[in-house]
């Protein structure tokens, strides 16, 4: 059994763990955090049960670790318990996707527990119940055994809960609460003092299990204060330098030159990118869009175990065999359709969901679209001119491909996404950049017909990317569905007309053959 105390006239808490099994243990943690928009800190308490694996403490220390660090890293404009249930949430997403990827993932249940101002919030996902003590009344609020990492989207209850004076709450784990015998904590009453909490948790203990008890006190008392988090850039990295734990191994060829690595720490590998400047709230937006995005084209970030002190993202290694867009295409020559159609659908899938998180008007730098060896594309995103809750970003100034009114400072939604796909689209077929995407770019640029250009491209496509490239955003098409399901369409339609043709051409040559050879038959006899 492990207890900890923690004593301050505004809160204490006792919390600890008792009997660990073979393959499930519990393990709770807690900490003063800093407060959103001039609210004052409060107190975070993690309780994190873990069923079905190996090595159940080291795992679940890793995952209080991240979960820690991932909370000082979410964005400022974001409520305390938004940033926690974000938090959960990234958590729950990492396990989804490693079972989808056939991976043995433990049965995970987590409780936060947040204490400020004279209020609580508890977000329960997962078997982890808390107890709530009036007197000598007790009222639970019952976990359900529905584990983290079931579903992509996460399945979290959230309760606000008024606090008293020394009347005290419980958080364990649901089974231990329902074997547990709480008639000393009912009985303590209003006389419970915090010197008092130790004693009354302890015997909780002796089972497996952990539990976090915590004692409001008096509402007048200012909580100790904690500093919010600054993150400077990182100027100058060279292989073999250490980043906040990492080590940087080499530099990638792709993205943006001297500021991705690879990189190492625990026993883990990752792309470390480094940031432009210093981490701000558009930053960590920016992360957390790419956190809350379940679709394979786009990086998985990683979670550090330790607090970051400077500005640098991690994301999970790309498949084998990555390159980036702008090399490959270098090696490839002309493209023909079907090759680009299945590039570019690849990167709709991954604009769109960057889009329903409020991300739009993308830089599609080919630099930053890797393709692995199996045609898997995976898109590295790091400018947008919109992100969630932010003003409006600068365009860098010689980024290609944008749209016009992007680069202008016009007004924008996402057709100026559909534009940087079309460009994208003509950049791959033809190996140059549409004028209208182009620095020089704007309302008078004319659109060059591919037709005449290229072999077999389909019948169309021209008209297609022309209306999708137009300098308006009124003239484009309506949505990302409808560009993708007219360039669709018409490739269908020239894989049918190719047998076609190529059957009347037989049928020509052979009506030439039984014309021509009576004709060539009897010029041989004349002559003889």
Request: aromatic letters at 6%; charged letters at 20%; one cysteine or more.
């Amino acid at each position: 059994m492990s207890l900890q105390l923690l004593e301050h006239p505004a809160v204490s808490l006792a919390h600890g763990h008792g009997l660990d099994l073979p393959s499930q243990a519990a393990r709770a943690r807690a900490g003063w955090v800093a407060g959103r928009r001039g609210r004052p800190p409060l107190l975070l308490v993690a309780l994190l049960w873990g069923r079905s694996c190996t090595n159940a403490v080291q795992m679940l220390g890793q995952y209080l670790d991240a979960l820690f660090a991932d909370y000082a890293c979410t964005p400022e404009g974001w409520s305390e318990t938004q940033a926690a249930r974000q938090v959960l949430a990234a958590l729950n997403l990492q396990l989804f996707r490693r079972r989808q990827a056939g991976e043995a993932v433990p049965e995970l249940s987590a409780g936060l527990l947040l204490v400020q101002d004279g209020e609580a919030h508890f977000l329960q996902a997962g078997a982890i119940g808390l107890v709530r003590f009036f007197g000598e009344q007790a009222h639970g609020l019952v976990g359900r055994d529905n584990p983290l990492g079931s579903q992509a989207e996460l399945a979290v209850i959230q309760h606000s809960l008024p606090l008293a004076p020394n009347q005290p709450l419980l958080m364990a784990p649901q089974p231990l609460l329902e074997v547990a015998d709480l008639r000393a904590l009912c009985k303590a009453g209003a006389g419970l003092q915090p010197g008092d909490l130790a004693d009354l948790l302890g015997p909780l203990l002796g089972a497996p299990g952990a539990a976090a008890l915590v004692l409001p006190g008096e509402p007048h008392w200012l909580p100790p204060s904690a500093s919010g988090g600054h993150w400077p850039k990182l100027d100058g990295a060279v292989p073999g330098m250490q980043v906040d734990g990492w080590t940087l191994l080499e530099p990638c060829d792709y993205g943006p030159p001297g500021r991705l690595f690879r990189a190492r720490a625990e026993g883990r590998e990752a792309l470390l990118w480094l940031a432009e400047r210093d981490a701000d709230e558009a930053f960590w937006q920016r992360e957390w869009v790419l956190r809350r995005s379940p679709v394979a084209t786009l990086p998985q970030v990683l979670s550090p175990r330790q607090g970051r002190q400077h500005a640098f993202q991690l994301f999970a290694l790309p498949g084998a065999g990555a390159q980036s867009l702008a090399r490959w295409r270098e090696g490839q020559g002309p493209l023909d359709a079907e090759t680009t159609f299945g590039l570019v659908v690849q990167l709709i899938e991954a604009v769109r969901s960057l889009q329903r998180r409020g991300m739009q008007g993308l830089w599609l730098n080919p630099r930053q679209i890797l393709l692995d060896e199996h045609g898997r594309l995976l898109l590295l995103p790091e400018f947008a001119a919109i992100l969630p809750g932010v003003a409006r970003q600068a365009a860098p100034d010689q980024a290609v491909p944008l749209s016009p009114e992007l680069r202008h400072g016009r007004a924008l939604d996402g057709s100026a996404d559909q534009f940087a796909l079309a460009a994208l689209v003509y950049w791959l077929l033809s190996g140059r950049w549409p004028e209208a995407a182009r620095p020089e770019g704007g309302q008078a640029s004319r659109y060059v017909p591919l037709a005449g250009q290229l072999a077999d491209l389909p019948e169309g496509w021209d008209g297609v990317l022309a209306k999708a490239l137009a300098p308006h955003p009124g003239a484009r098409f309506e949505a990302l569905s409808e560009f993708q399901s007219a360039l669709e369409r018409l490739l269908v339609q020239a894989r049918r007309q190719r047998p076609a043709h190529r059957r009347g051409r037989s049928r020509r040559l052979a009506v030439a053959l039984m014309l021509g050879l009576p004709l060539l038959l009897g010029l041989w006899l004349g002559l003889g």
